[in-house]
């Protein structure tokens, strides 16, 4: 089992950046990728970055030059770093880890931009 918690959602004005952070515990070592999907009322959850154990990131075109996927691992932890927000990215934020044959999430944070 792995367990995720995220921190770090908030209200942000519209340009304005917030950090998440997301700490996972438990069968950590055969996790080999992890990332941050959003959700936005009425509308279906979507991919935001993901990093994997290597270190490779890959993200959602909306996001690319804005924000930034990056992982500590002495701490087990990953972050978002989200800059130059936009009411367009007011969302739930959930964390995503991945092990063969097992999908875990977090249980959200919320980010609100306001314009």
């Known amino acids: 089992q792995v367990q995720l918690v995220e921190s770090g959602g908030g209200l942000v004005q519209a340009g304005g950046s917030l950090r998440l952070s997301c700490v996972a515990s438990g069968s950590i070592s055969s996790i080999y990728v992890m990332g941050w999907y959003r959700q936005a009322p009425a509308k279906q959850r979507e991919l935001v970055a993901t990093i994997s154990r290597g270190g490779s990131t890959n993200y959602a075109d909306s996001v690319k030059g804005r924000f930034t996927i990056s992982r500590d691992n002495a701490k087990n932890t990953i972050y978002l770093q989200m800059n130059s927000l936009k009411s367009e990215d007011t969302a739930t934020y959930y964390c995503?880890?991945?092990?063969?044959?097992?999908?875990?999430w977090g249980q959200g944070t919320q980010v609100t931009v306001s314009s």
């Open positions: 995503n880890a991945v092990r063969i044959g097992y999908n875990y």
